[in-house]
């Protein structure tokens, strides 16, 4: 097996890794939510090896940070509805609609597709 740099710094072949996760990663590309199979991604990394403590932690956690891109792409499409309107928004303005869907975004985590919903309500606001 090739030796990619986490199999040298972390001795785990990553190859290996994804092929433990495979079903985990086609669930949860093929539903769109990442939610759906947290619990089963737990069980197998506590099976792989990681302590119970750790895994618990950074897989909740890593998973809610992972709204970020969500608050992004939902930003920068209201910037473009803004502009493609012809609507000036100053720099209080953008910072109050980062602000807003920041905190939205963190309503969309369980479904799917509806990260368009949310920046309609936001842009209703």
Known sequence: SPKTTTTKIFGINIF????ILKDELILAYSTASSETVLPKIMEKMEKFGCPKAITSFVIPTGYSFNLDGSTLYQAIAALFLAQMY???????????LLL??????????????????????????
């Open 16 to 19: 290996q890794f994804f092929k």
């Open 86 to 96: 012809g609507i000036d928004l100053s720099i209080s303005q953008q910072i109050t």
């Open 100 to 125: 807003v869907l920041m905190v939205t975004s963190k309503g969309i985590a369980g479904v799917p597709g509806v990260s368009f919903v949310v920046l309609l309500a936001t842009l209703g606001t």
